[in-house]
């Protein structure tokens, strides 16, 4: 053979590798593809099989979560009360689980949503130890949880407060459970700021168990778990894990350091964006230059205390006894510079710290400070306290911003209000008139229709049920509804295609709000729900403050004419007569409705009205009653019963002013309730007036 044609061999046998390596590359691309696609596949079949489980774990858990709390909206035995909690409780823990689970295959996804929205800081500490407090408690004071934001934290920044309050309730849970006695502490400074750019650091570090060193490198694996002898309940594995996941997302990273029997510390940093335009109270100004005494024999608190004194520009004086106190306090009134105010550390040694005030308000070498009580129970008589001379007793775990307002209350000489006081139907519908609001409720599951209804009407508003979207659609068709709760999945049509059918019906009809109620809490459902046209969007179980201000708003925009301008409304709980302008004393057509039940008109009437002059004096003096007794549960109850007597008869003011006393009733605001018996009692003397009237003269 030639040399050509050994080349033109050649040639073609590269040509003929070439194909085939070209041929085996274009198999493997199109195998990576299929596995591919099959992956991507199994993600979303997983997804949705995880979104279905969610949806049908949902519905019954808004069940029992739902009832449970209106329930504990009525008059219980402290054993009933105890035993409603729990249940709660329970629910709760089950309702966590299920939303990790989702979190976790949302983050591998690569789908969760983060806000950027203005925060502060010792908010989200205050609110992590509002949730976390009944675990601490229950421990009886053997284990202290403490939060810190140094004073490098700027007061406000730019995130999400949901997704750290997330991480921190996290791995604070793990450290209250792994952690049988000793502290905790969780505490964020500054890692790094350029301009307006700053890195936050957090720090959760407490003195439990520890953990092995062989788990350590995998602690942020899902459903990880350690075992130890002295953890009864140990969770699924997956707090750590959507931890990492979470922190990873806000653009951050974490680590873990731990060894057993010493303890855990849990460090992670998130960047923030400082938020302008937020200042601090003016009342802290009040605290400036006081001078401030801590006792307690806990180191680590009392560090903790040293640094909130340091921010509100305070002098502190620091005593680990109660007898190092007392010769504290003797000293500085001897030397002109008594002690403004006490922070008293009773821990489980309540009696011990009531002495020392006993002691102090007996001594006639100590000028007597304003004291304040931090215990690790609620089990302490106001009467004790008030004898011994504290004027405020705080149940731990106290973090820094319930402490400041606690010291502004005893220095402004007010009670301490609640430092996020939950919203109350009286405050937040101020200037609507309730009775005229009708809601339609379009619900197919029966126990979820009766709380939906059972919310609506104690906030003073009446409901209508139907069981699926055809029955919904004519109910709008109809119209004298202001608003629709729409569930998501109804049978015969869903409330997906019910909302549309609403838009395309003619004004002023097609722009009722629609509000969806949904098991389903994947953003893909929240969108759903928002391109069929419906409003806002609410997830079961139903909470009650979400509910209130979504009602709220999408109310202002639908029937502006129902609220009445503010000047007509009541501004201050100390009027005497704190009845909105706005509704009549007597609303004569409920009589004209009452008169066509009657087979004589008249005399049907007359005796509804005399039944109702018989009753309500009756119920007026056991609310009287109740008030003196401080039984703000029973008053409540009779508020409630009475409500319904004033509305069925047309007595809107007098309606109203039983609504707000129930509201209160149920918040313990006892003081508000006073002014509002007083305004009743007159209210009464109108309604009287006017039903005698309307008496048939023959």
Request: net charge negative; charged share 25%.
């Amino acid at each position: 053979m030639g040399q050509d044609e050994r080349g033109e061999v050649g040639v073609e046998g590269e040509a003929q590798r070439a194909a085939r390596e070209l041929a085996e590359a274009r198999r493997v691309i199109a195998r990576l593809e299929r596995e591919r696609d099959a992956a991507l596949a199994a993600s979303r079949h997983r997804m949705t099989f995880l979104a279905n489980m969610s949806h049908e774990l949902r519905t019954p858990l808004h069940g029992v979560v739902g009832m449970t709390r209106l329930l504990l909206d009525t008059p219980l035995s402290e054993d009933q009360r105890e035993l409603a909690e729990a249940a709660v409780s329970s629910a709760d823990t089950l309702l966590d689980l299920i939303n990790d689970v989702l979190d976790l295959s949302r983050l591998e996804q690569g789908s969760l949503r983060l806000e950027r929205e203005p925060l502060s800081l010792m908010e989200v500490f205050e609110q992590v130890n509002d949730v976390l407090a009944i675990r601490v408690q229950q421990r009886g004071g053997a284990v202290e949880l403490m939060t810190l934001a140094h004073a490098d934290v700027p007061l406000w920044v730019r995130g999400d407060a949901g997704r750290l309050k997330q991480i921190l309730l996290n791995l604070l849970s793990n450290a209250i459970k792994f952690t049988p006695r000793g502290d905790i502490v969780a505490q964020a400074q500054v890692a790094r700021r350029v301009g307006d750019e700053v890195v936050l650091r957090f720090q959760v570090t407490d003195t439990g168990i520890g953990i092995e060193r062989e788990l350590l490198e995998r602690v942020f694996e899902p459903f990880t778990q350690g075992q130890h002898e002295h953890v009864q309940s140990r969770g699924a594995g997956l707090g750590l894990a959507i931890c990492r996941q979470l922190v990873e997302a806000m653009g951050g990273s974490i680590r873990v350091q731990s060894a057993p029997a010493v303890g855990t510390t849990v460090v992670f940093s998130v960047p923030v964006t400082i938020a302008r335009g937020e200042s601090v109270s003016p009342d802290l100004s009040l605290l400036t230059d006081r001078r401030l005494l801590v006792m307690t024999s806990n180191a680590t608190l009392q560090a903790m205390l040293r640094h909130y004194a340091r921010r509100w520009r305070m002098v502190c004086l620091e005593a680990e006894s109660p007898p190092v106190a007392l010769r504290l306090l003797r000293q500085a009134s001897q030397e002109g510079a008594p002690v403004d105010a006490m922070v008293m550390d009773a821990h489980d040694h309540v009696v011990d710290a009531l002495l020392l005030a006993s002691s102090i308000r007996e001594d006639p070498r100590v000028e007597m400070p304003r004291c304040l009580m931090l215990t690790a129970n609620r089990a302490v008589e106001r009467d004790m306290l008030r004898h011994a001379g504290v004027q405020l007793a705080l149940t731990k775990p106290v973090g820094q911003l319930k402490l400041e307002r606690a010291l502004i209350s005893l220095f402004k000489g007010q009670p301490l209000a609640r430092s996020r006081p939950r919203p109350t139907p009286s405050g937040v519908f101020k200037g609507l008139d309730r009775s005229q609001v009708r809601i339609l409720v379009a619900e197919d599951n029966p126990i979820g229709a009766q709380i939906a209804v059972r919310l609506i009407e104690k906030f003073g508003m009446d409901a209508h049920v139907v069981s699926n979207g055809r029955d919904a659609l004519e109910e709008v068709r109809r119209g004298g509804y202001e608003l629709v709760m729409m569930d998501c999945q109804m049978p015969v049509m869903s409330g997906y295609e019910t909302t549309r059918r609403i838009r395309q019906l003619p004004e002023p009809l097609c722009r009722i709000p629609v509000i969806a109620m949904t098991a389903q809490t994947l953003d893909s459902a929240r969108d759903s729900c928002l391109e069929a046209g419906m409003d806002a969007y609410l997830g079961k179980p139903l909470l009650e403050e979400e509910l209130l201000q979504a009602l709220r708003h999408w109310l202002k925009v639908a029937k502006p004419d129902l609220w009445a301008p503010d000047s007509m409304r009541r501004t201050s709980p100390n009027l005497l007569t704190p009845v909105p302008e706005s509704l009549p004393t007597l609303d004569t057509s409920m009589l004209d409705r009452l008169r066509t039940l009657g087979a004589s008109r008249n005399a049907f009437v007359d005796q509804i009205i005399d039944l109702f002059l018989k009753q309500v004096p009756e119920r007026l003096a056991a609310l009287r009653q109740s008030f003196a007794d401080g039984d703000a549960a029973a008053i409540a109850h009779i508020a409630h019963s009475l409500k319904s007597s004033c509305g069925n008869l047309g007595a809107r003011a007098m309606a109203s002013l039983v609504l707000e006393i129930e509201e209160e009733a149920r918040e313990v605001n006892l003081e508000r309730v006073a002014p509002l018996l007083d305004a009743l009692d007159e209210e009464m003397g109108r309604v009287r007036a006017l039903l005698e009237r309307e008496r048939d003269p023959m």
